[in-house]
C-alpha cells in the first residue's frame, strides 16, 4: 500500500499508563484514566502516544511479561475502555502506538504453561529448552536482570532461557509458528486501528546458532548476554518477514528498541529500502555514564560529560542523515528524568534547564519522544530507603552486589539507585497539588514524588511561561518546519564542554541552536546576531551572552 512518511514529522508522548490517571480510586493507573487526559496531551501538540504494556498480565516487570496477548491487564479496564480510548484518540487526531513484547512472554503464559509439561509437547518448541551441560546450565549468559539466564525446570529437567526476569522465558524465533503466532497478534491489534508498534528489545529475537558462552572478565560470574545475543544472525530475516506478511498492509509507525546497537545496524533495519523498521531507539547516550566497575555497569552516580553526550547524538545525527531514521530521546520509563540526569533538578534553575534540554533535543533530525511528566519537568523521586522500591531490576541488582556477592556497600548502592533506578521514570504523573496529586483518590500503587505541591499539570496550565508552554511551542515549530524536520545536522565546537551549539541546513535555511548545560555566565559569538530568533528560554535576548542554563535557536533565511 501507498504509505506517507508522517511519523517523519510527528512528535510522540509516551505514556506509562500504571502511572498516569487512575479512574476508579483503586491507585492505579488506567485506560478511562488515560481518555480522560486525551485532551491534555493532544493540547501539548503530541501527534502519537506510544503506550506501555496494556495487556494481561503478572505484572512481575510492569507488563513485560505478557501472559495473554489479546486481553487487557483487568487493573487497566476492559476492552471496550481500550476500544473507547483509541476511538477517542482517533477523534482527537491523536495516534496510538502500542507496545509489542515478542522477545519473551511471560511464564504464566499458556504457550508455556503448555510448553513446559512436557518434551513432545507441541508448544515446547515455543521457547528455548536445553539439556543441562555437566549439571550446569547450558551456557555463561547472565540475565539482563541480574543472575543467570537459565532456569532449571524439574518437570522435564532441562533449562529454559529468560534474557530478563526468570518469569520472562524467551520465544524461539527459530520456529516459524511462534512467528506466525507473533504476526496474528499484530494483526488483531492492526486491524483494531491502532496506529504502529514499539518494540521491545527487538534485537534480541535471533539467537546466534548453537547458543555458545560468551566473553566474561574473570572475576564476573556470567557473561554479558548483550554482546552475544544483540544483533543476530537471523533478526534482518525475521523482521523482514514481518514486514513482508504484516506491516506493509498498513500505514502504521514502528520503532524497534535496539540496546548495543550501533548506527550502522540501525541503517540496516531502518533504511530507506530495507523494508523493516522506520526507526530504532538506540542507546549510546543513555549509556554514557558507567562504573568503572564493569560488573555494575548502569549503577553509577558520574555525571555525563557534555563533549561525550555531544560526540554520541551527533555520531547518529550524521550517520542516519539520509539513510535511515532517527529517534530522539532523553528519558522512557527505563531511564532517569530527563532534567536531573542531564542538567539539574535544584529549584533555581530547574525550569530553565528542562526547557533548554527540550531545545536541544527536538531540534535535532528525527522524530522526539516525549515521557509523560517531562513536559513539566518532572525530577527524580531521590529515595533513601531499599524498601521504597519497586522495579525488578533495581531490586534484583540490588540483591547481587550489596548482598550476594557484597561488591558494593548498601549506602553506595542507594546513592547510584536514586541516581539510576527505573522507578524515577515511575512515581505518578503529577497533576495537581490536592492530595496524590490528583493521581488517585485511593492509595497510589507507588509513593509519589513529594515535590507534586510544587512541580504539576495544573501550574504549568496556569503559568504562560511554563516548560509545558515552550515544549508546545518547540512542537509547533517542528510542524511548521522542513528545515526542522528535514535539514542536515553540523555539529559545532564539538570540544566546548560547556555549550552544546548545532546548525541545521535545508534548501538554503540554516537553523542555529545553541544550549548553556552550566549554570555559569558565559559568552559565545557564532554569528547568532544576524539571525532571527526563533525561541529562547529567557524574555530577552543578549547575543553572545549565555546565561545560566540559557538555550536559543536561529533561523537564517
Ligand atoms: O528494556 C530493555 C532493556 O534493555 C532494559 O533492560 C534496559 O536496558 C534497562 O531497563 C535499563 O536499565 C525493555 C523495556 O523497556 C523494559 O521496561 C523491560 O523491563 C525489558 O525490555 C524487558 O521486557
Ligand atoms: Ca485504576
Known amino acids: 500500500m501507498a504509505k506517507s512518511d508522517w511519523w517523519k514529522k510527528s512528535v510522540v508522548y509516551q505514556v506509562y499508563p500504571r502511572s498516569y490517571q487512575d479512574s ?3 491507585g492505579i493507573g ?3 484514566g488515560l481518555t480522560s487526559r486525551l485532551s491534555y496531551i493532544k493540547d501539548l501538540g503530541a501527534d502519537v502516544i506510544w503506550l506501555n504494556p496494556i495487556y494481561k498480565s503478572p505484572d512481575k516487570d510492569n507488563g513485560y511479561d505478557i501472559s495473554d496477548y489479546r486481553s487487557i491487564q483487568p487493573e487497566y479496564g ?10 477517542r484518540a482517533h477523534v482527537l487526531g491523536l495516534k496510538i502506538m502500542m507496545d509489542l513484547v515478542v522477545n519473551h512472554t511471560s511464564d504464566q503464559n499458556k504457550w508455556f504453561q503448555e510448553s513446559k509439561k512436557s518434551k513432545d509437547n507441541p508448544y515446547r518448541d515455543y521457547y528455548v529448552w536445553r539439556d543441562p551441560v555437566n549439571g550446569h546450565a547450558p551456557n555463561n549468559w547472565g540475565s539482563y536482570f541480574n543472575g543467570p ?8 529437567g532441562q533449562y529454559y532461557l529468560h534474557l530478563f526476569a526468570d518469569g520472562q522465558p524467551d520465544l524461539n524465533w527459530e520456529n516459524p509458528k511462534v512467528r506466525d503466532e507473533v504476526w496474528d497478534v499484530m494483526r488483531f491489534w492492526l486491524d483494531k486501528g491502532v496506529d504502529g508498534f514499539r518494540m521491545d528489545v527487538i534485537n534480541l529475537i535471533s539467537k546466534p546458532a548453537g547458543l555458545p558462552d560468551g566473553p566474561r572478565e574473570p572475576d564476573e560470574r556470567y557473561a554479558n548476554v548483550a554482546k552475544v545475543v544483540a544483533d543476530g544472525p537471523r533478526l534482518n530475516e525475521f523482521l523482514k518477514e514481518m514486514n513482508e506478511k504484516v506491516l506493509s498492509k498498513y500505514d502504521v509507525m514502528t520503532v524497534g528498541e535496539m540496546p548495543g546497537s550501533t548506527p550502522e545496524d540501525a541503517i540496516k533495519y531502518t533504511g530507506l529500502d530495507s523494508n523493516e523498521l522506520n526507526m530504532v531507539f538506540q542507546f549510546d547516550h543513555v549509556d554514557l555514564s558507567s562504573n568503572p566497575d564493569e560488573r555494575l555497569t548502569k549503577w553509577n552516580d558520574e555525571p555525563v560529560k557534555l563533549v561525550e ?7 547518529w545525527e550524521t550517520a542516519l542523515d539520509g539513510k535511515g531514521w532517527n529517534s530522539l530521546y532523553w528519558n522512557n520509563h527505563d531511564q532517569p528524568r530527563t532534567v536531573s540526569r542531564f542538567a539539574t533538578d535544584d529549584p533555581k534553575y530547574r525550569v530553565r534547564a528542562a526547557k533548554m534540554l527540550g531545545t536541544t533535543l527536538h531540534m535535532m533530525q528525527g522524530t522526539p519522544y516525549v515521557y509523560e511528566g517531562e513536559e513539566i519537568g518532572m525530577t527524580n523521586v531521590h529515595y533513601k530507603e531499599l524498601s521504597q522500591y519497586e522495579d525488578v531490576e533495581s531490586l534484583n541488582a540490588y540483591k547481587e552486589f550489596v548482598e ?7 549506602d553506595t548502592m542507594l546513592k547510584y539507585m536514586s541516581k ?10 503529577q497533576w495537581d497539588e490536592s492530595k496524590n496529586a490528583g493521581f488517585t483518590s485511593g492509595k497510589p500503587w507507588f509513593e509519589l514524588n513529594p515535590n507534586y505541591d510544587k512541580i504539576n499539570a495544573r501550574d504549568s496550565l496556569e503559568d504562560e511561561d511554563s516548560i509545558f508552554y515552550y515544549y508546545k511551542k518547540l512542537i509547533e515549530l517542528r510542524h511548521s518546519s522542513d528545515l526542522i524536520v528535514y535539514g542536515n545536522y553540523e555539529l559545532l565546537d564539538s570540544d566546548d564542554n560547556e555549550v552544546f551549539a548545532y546548525k541545521r541546513h535545508y534548501n538554503g535555511e540554516t537553523l542555529l541552536v545553541i544550549s548553556n548545560f552550566t549554570s555559569e555566565d558565559l559568552s559565545r559569538d557564532y554569528g547568532q546576531n544576524d539571525g532571527e530568533l526563533l525561541i529562547s528560554n529567557y524574555k530577552d535576548d543578549k547575543d553572545t551572552e549565555l546565561r545560566a542554563y540559557e538555550s536559543k535557536v536561529y533561523l537564517f533565511k
Not at 79 to 85: G, L
Not at 309 to 315: G, V
Not at 422 to 427: I, P
Open 30 to 32: 488506567d485506560l478511562p
Open 78 to 87: 476492559t476492552m471496550d475502555d481500550f476500544d473507547e480510548m483509541l476511538n
Open 404 to 410: 550476594d556477592e557484597k561488591i558494593v556497600d548498601k
Open 24 to 26: 476508579n480510586g483503586d
Open 309 to 315: 553526550l555531544k560526540k554520541s547524538l551527533s555520531k
Open 420 to 429: 539510576m533506578s527505573r522507578d524515577n521514570a515511575r512515581t505518578p504523573m
Open 149 to 156: 539466564a537459565w532456569k532449571f525446570d524439574e518437570t522435564t
